[in-house]
């Protein structure tokens, strides 16, 4: 059965685009069919750690919301982009990073039942074993029909005040909208913190699991989201941490 996953932060910066790239990578390594869909449409990046070109994106998440393709016809198949031995396939749904339809979502917005109808819509047409929703910081529309649709939703966090107070806020609406599984995600974490101490702060925080603690880590701040940071360093505590919170998500 295929699953639908969000990964969710509630403010930006927390490393949300590249742990859904990594996440997708080591699933896609274990042979499954991966789908990838940049939903945080005022700001998309997650193109550019699968080395996706403007040049290649025939269509966009954009031209879907608009009419003017099927949903499956905005997933580009990057698995050769990815690097090391992937015996899955990724397809990334993009947004644009053209000025002009950027501002024109902004301006004029879209119909949020479209994405819903999208994602189970490219599930079936490309045979997915899972779908990963990168969605946009903060709590809007799009955001709670992502989470309210999820088998599965990874929140991220960085050890910082005001990620903790915003992310209260993510976690008590998931709850609300019994997501099957949730695991939060601690990122960035820097050297002087004991990782059990901040797992356990966290659980009892939030009343919620600790899927991973991830270190700080100057090698993904050198990579600058240039390529996938679990196939560059698979030896990496970064990645073991990663590896974990996958094998989880698969259970």
Same mark, same amino acid.
């Given at each position: 059965?295929?699953?639908?996953?969000?990964?969710?932060?509630?403010? &930006?910066? *927390?490393?949300?685009?590249?742990?859904?790239?990594?996440?997708? %990578?080591?699933? +896609?390594?274990?042979?499954?069919?991966?789908?990838?869909?940049?939903?945080?449409? %005022?700001?998309?990046?997650?193109?550019?750690?699968?080395?996706? $070109?403007?040049? #290649?994106?025939?269509?966009?998440?954009?031209?879907?919301?608009?009419?003017?393709?099927?949903?499956?016809?905005?997933?580009?198949?990057? *698995?050769?982009?990815?690097?090391? #031995?992937?015996? &899955?396939?990724?397809?990334?749904?993009?947004?644009?990073?053209? +000025?002009?339809?950027?501002?024109?979502?902004?301006?004029?917005?879209?119909?949020?039942?479209?994405?819903?109808?999208?994602?189970?819509?490219?599930?079936?047409?490309?045979?997915?074993?899972?779908?990963?929703?990168? *969605?946009?910081?903060?709590?809007?529309?799009?955001?709670?029909?992502?989470?309210?649709?999820?088998?599965?939703?990874?929140?991220?966090?960085?050890?910082?005040?005001?990620?903790?107070?915003? *992310?209260?806020?993510?976690? $008590?609406? %998931?709850?609300?909208?019994?997501?099957?599984?949730?695991?939060?995600?601690?990122?960035?974490?820097?050297?002087?913190?004991?990782?059990?101490?901040?797992?356990?702060?966290?659980?009892?925080?939030?009343?919620?699991?600790? &899927?991973?603690?991830?270190?700080?880590?100057?090698?993904?701040?050198?990579? %600058?989201?240039?390529?996938?940071?679990?196939?560059?360093?698979?030896?990496?505590?970064?990645?073991?941490?990663?590896?974990?919170?996958?094998?989880?998500?698969?259970?």
């Amino acid at each position: 059965m295929s699953k639908i996953i969000s990964i969710h932060s509630f403010r &930006g910066g *927390t490393g949300k685009s590249n742990t859904t790239a990594n996440i997708a %990578a080591m699933l +896609a390594a274990d042979g499954a069919r991966v789908g990838v869909v940049d939903t945080d449409i %005022a700001s998309p990046g997650i193109h550019v750690l699968f080395n996706l $070109d403007e040049s #290649e994106m025939v269509h966009s998440l954009n031209d879907y919301l608009w009419g003017k393709c099927a949903i499956e016809d905005a997933a580009h198949d990057v *698995t050769g982009h990815l690097g090391g #031995e992937i015996s &899955g396939q990724v397809f990334l749904i993009p947004s644009s990073i053209k +000025a002009g339809e950027i501002a024109r979502i902004l301006r004029e917005g879209y119909d949020v039942g479209l994405l819903n109808d999208g994602f189970r819509d490219v599930v079936d047409k490309l045979k997915l074993d899972y779908l990963l929703i990168d *969605t946009h910081p903060g709590l809007n529309e799009e955001t709670l029909l992502s989470i309210a649709i999820s088998n599965a939703l990874v929140i991220i966090l960085r050890p910082d005040s005001q990620d903790y107070q915003g *992310t209260a806020v993510t976690v $008590d609406v %998931a709850k609300k909208l019994d997501v099957p599984k949730m695991l939060m995600l601690v990122n960035k974490v820097p050297n002087t913190l004991d990782p059990e101490d901040v797992r356990a702060r966290v659980e009892q925080t939030y009343d919620a699991k600790v &899927g991973a603690v991830l270190p700080h880590s100057d090698e993904m701040m050198s990579l %600058a989201s240039s390529g996938i940071f679990s196939i560059r360093f698979p030896d990496h505590p970064v990645t073991k941490g990663l590896r974990s919170l996958v094998d989880q998500l698969k259970d």
